[in-house]
């Protein structure tokens, strides 16, 4: 009986000890996603014409309004720590360098 006191015990401080991580809200992921693709079709080489078009598409496609969308969700989620976190790692002047 000890045994199992002591057990739930340690089970309700492990659950405790490590908050689950909110999941990100919808907008963010959306961007998250747009973004990731803007950047595989930047990264991409126009070996040919016919690719060079191709590519020049997609990126007008996905990556016009980036720069803009970054900083809105940026501002919009100030104080969610894990919101910045994932969107530290994106480029903010993505649209210049095209």
Known sequence: MKLAITMLFLLSAMAFAEPEKEPLPADV???????????HFRGEEPYDEERRMFLEQNMTELCTGSDRRLAELKAKYLGNDSVQ??????????????
Request: contains cysteine.
């Open 29 to 39: 992921l959306a961007f998250i996603k747009q973004s990731d693709m803007c950047d």
């Open 85 to 98: 976190a994932a969107l530290a790692g994106y480029e903010v002047d993505i649209e210049t360098a095209q």
